[in-house]
C-alpha cells in the first residue's frame, strides 16, 4: 500500500504523506505548499503576490526549512528566500463534517524561526477532532525592511502580510484537506503571539478567522514594535553601501547580496550592548510609511486597539511564570547588564536619557525590584528574572487584558498563567539557560502543546507532564472547537474570562494542580502601569 496521497487545492494537485503519531493518531501530512508567489528576484522585501496554480502534482512530502535567516543561539544560515509555505495535518480529508482549524504562527523575535516540525510538531493537537496548519514567514530584513521612499514601494512589515496571505490561503483551501474555513483560531507563541494580536487589530485579517490565542507576545511589548534604529542603513553599509544614492542607493546595495550574506551581517547588527539598551531584535513590525490596499499597521497598537475588528471575538491569552530566563544568558555574561534601570525604562514614554522624568521612572524600578540599589546578580538571579519578564513579556500582555476589558467589556478574554515547573520536560529552559537553572521559561508551554522532533521520549503515563500534555492540548483545542476552554482535564476548576471590572484579574494558574487565583504579577504590574499616562496606557 502507497505511503503517499494525492490531494486537491485551489491552484492544483498535491502528494502528501501518511503519518502515525506518536501517540497513535494516524493523519496526512502535506508540506510545503505554496501559499504566495516565490518572494525571489524582484520581489525580495516587496509584499507577497498570489500563487500561480500548477497542472502537474506537486510533491509535498517533504518539508522546507524556513525562510532564509540566521538562527538566534545558533549562529548559523538556514533556510530560503524560496519559502512560503504552509504545512497541513489532518486526519479528515474526506470528512462530510468539516473540523475546526488551529493554525499556528511560530516565534523568533520576527528576526528568525520556522514553522516546521523540529520544533511544532502535529501529534499532540492531532490526536483531537481539530485540522492543524503550519507555516513560514519572511523574518528578519526580508520580512521587515521599511523604506520612506514611496516610489521604492517597501513601506515594511512583508512579514506580517504574509501571514495575511496564509490566512487567506486557509480561508480558500482548507475544506480540500477536512477544514472548516468558517471556524479557524489562530494561535502563536511570542513572536508569533505578538503577530496574532497584529492580526486582530488589522483590518487585512477582518474575519479571516474566529478565535485567537495569544502567547507569551503582543503588540504592546518593546520587542515586538520597537522604535527604528536605521537597522536598513547598517545593514546596506554593512555588504557595501557608500550612503550614495539614498534609500535608493541603500535599496541596491541590498539587492544584490546573496541570502546567506545578508542573514550573515544581520546576526551581527544585535550586541551585547544592544541588550543592555533593551533592543532584543533588529528589524519588525513598524508603522508603514505610506498608506496602501495592503498596510497593516497604520498607526500605534494602542490605538488601533480601540476600534480593532478582533475586539469581536473571543480570545486566550497568557504566559510563562518566568518569562525573563529568556536573557538568563544576559545576566550570567554581566552582573552590571541592567545598569541603573535607565535604559529599561519603556520608549513609549517619549522620555529624554537625561531628563529627571527618566531618572525617575528608573529609580522607581529600582526601589520595588531591587530595594533601591542597583541591580547586581551577586545575590541571586530572582529580581533579575521577575524584572526582564514583566518589561519584555507580562506588562504587554496585561495592556492587551485592559484594552479588551476598555473596548469590548462583554467578550470573552481568557488569561492563563503557565507555572510547571519540569526537570526533564521544560525544553526552552534547558537550552536557553542549560542545565541546573530552574524556573519555568519563555517558551515552555509549547512543548505542551505542539509536539518537538527533540523529544525522542514521551514522559511515562500518569506523570505531572504527561497531564499537563493532555490538559493543554485539551483547553486549546476546546477553545478552537466551542470558544470555550474548560473541559474535563481541568475540572472541577472552572476557568471564567477576566472580569472587566479589574485590574486586579483572575487567571488559570497551570502548575502540578490547577487554580484559578488572583494573577501573581498582578502589584509588579502596576508599578510599570504607574509610569505611564492612562492614554498612553490603552
Known amino acids: 500500500m502507497s505511503n ?13 504523506v501518511k503519518k502515525e503519531g506518536i501517540l497513535g493518531a494516524k493523519y496526512l501530512s502535506f508540506f510545503r505548499i505554496p501559499y504566495a508567489k516565490p518572494p525571489l528576484g524582484d520581489l525580495r522585501f516587496r509584499d507577497p503576490q498570489p500563487p500561480e496554480p500548477w497542472e502537474e502534482t506537486l510533491d509535498c512530502t517533504v518539508e522546507s526549512q524556513g525562510c532564509a535567516q540566521n538562527m538566534l543561539f545558533m549562529n548559523s544560515f538556514v533556510g ?3 519559502c512560503l509555505h504552509v504545512n497541513v495535518f489532518t486526519k479528515n480529508q474526506n470528512s462530510k463534517r468539516l473540523l475546526p482549524v488551529m493554525l499556528y504562527i511560530h516565534g523568533g523575535g520576527f528576526v528568525c524561526g520556522a514553522g516546521t516540525t523540529m520544533m511544532y510538531g502535529p501529534d499532540f493537537i492531532i490526536e483531537r477532532d481539530v485540522v492543524l496548519v503550519t507555516f513560514h514567514y519572511r523574518v528578519g530584513a526580508l520580512g521587515f525592511l521599511s523604506l520612506q521612499d514611496p516610489t521604492l514601494n517597501i513601506p515594511g512589515n512583508a512579514g506580517l502580510k504574509d501571514q495575511v496571505m496564509a490566512l487567506k490561503w486557509v480561508r480558500d483551501n482548507i475544506s480540500f484537506f477536512g477544514g472548516d474555513p468558517n471556524n479557524v483560531t489562530l494561535f502563536g507563541e511570542s513572536a508569533g503571539g505578538a503577530s496574532v494580536h497584529f492580526m486582530l487589530l488589522t483590518d487585512q485579517a477582518r474575519g479571516l478567522f474566529r478565535r485567537a490565542i495569544v502567547m507569551s507576545g503582543t503588540a504592546y511589548d518593546p520587542w515586538a514594535f520597537a522604535p527604528d534604529l536605521n537597522w536598513a542603513g547598517k545593514l546596506a553599509k554593512s555588504v557595501g553601501w557608500t550612503g550614495e544614492g539614498g534609500e535608493a542607493g541603500m535599496l541596491e546595495s541590498l539587492m544584490k547580496v546573496s541570502q546567506e550574506v545578508l542573514a550573515e551581517k544581520q546576526g551581527e547588527l544585535i550586541t551585547h ?17 505610506q498608506w496602501s490596499v495592503n498596510s497593516v499597521i497604520t498607526s500605534h497598537p494602542r490605538n488601533m486597539a480601540r476600534t480593532a475588528w478582533g ?6 491569552t497568557g504566559g ?3 518569562e525573563g530566563l529568556l536573557n538568563y544568558k544576559d545576566f550570567t555574561a554581566d552582573d552590571d547588564f541592567l545598569g541603573d534601570l535607565t535604559s529599561f525604562v519603556p520608549w513609549e514614554l517619549n522620555l529624554h536619557p537625561e531628563s529627571g522624568r527618566r531618572q525617575e521612572a528608573a529609580k522607581t524600578l529600582r526601589d520595588f525590584y531591587f530595594n533601591g540599589n542597583r541591580p547586581s546578580t551577586k545575590d541571586g538571579y530572582d529580581n533579575h528574572v521577575k524584572f526582564a519578564g514583566d518589561k519584555f513579556f507580562w506588562h504587554g500582555l496585561s495592556r492587551l487584558v485592559r484594552a479588551r476589558c476598555e473596548a469590548a467589556p462583554l467578550v470573552p478574554t481568557f488569561l492563563y498563567r503557565f507555572a510547571l515547573e519540569s526537570e526533564h520536560f ?5 537550552f536557553i539557560c542549560g542545565p541546573g537553572v530552574r524556573g519555568v521559561c519563555h517558551g515552555d508551554d509549547s512543548i505542551y502543546i505542539l509536539s518537538s522532533a527533540l523529544v525522542t521520549k514521551l514522559p511515562e503515563v500518569g506523570s505531572i507532564e504527561r497531564k499537563t500534555i493532555d490538559r493543554m492540548v485539551s ?24 472580569s472587566p471590572n479589574g485590574p486586579p484579574y483572575r487567571c488559570l494558574n497551570i502548575a502540578e494542580e ?25
Not at 503517499?4 to 502528501?16: D, H
Not at 550592548?273 to 510609511?289: M, S, Y
Request: aromatic share 10%; charged share 20%.
Open 273 to 289: 550592548e544592544n541588550h543592555k539598551n533593551a533592543i532584543l531584535f533588529h528589524f519588525g513590525p513598524v508603522v508603514e510609511p
Open 311 to 316: 475586539n469581536s471575538i473571543p480570545i486566550m
Open 475 to 498: 483547553m486549546w483545542t476546546s477553545f478552537a472547537i466551542s470558544g470555550n476552554p474548560n473541559c474535563e482535564a481541568i475540572a472541577p476548576v472552572k476557568w471564567l474570562p477576566v
Open 4 to 16: 503517499t496521497i494525492v490531494a486537491r487545492t485551489a491552484l492544483g494537485p498535491i502528494r502528501g
Open 426 to 430: 521544560n525544553f526552552a529552559r534547558t
Open 80 to 82: 530560503d528566500e524560496d
Open 514 to 538: 490547577v487554580t484559578f487565583p488572583l494573577l501573581p504579577e498582578t502589584e509588579r504590574l502596576a508599578v510599570w502601569d504607574s509610569l505611564y499616562e492612562r492614554d498612553q496606557l490603552i
Open 320 to 322: 510563562c511564570a518566568d
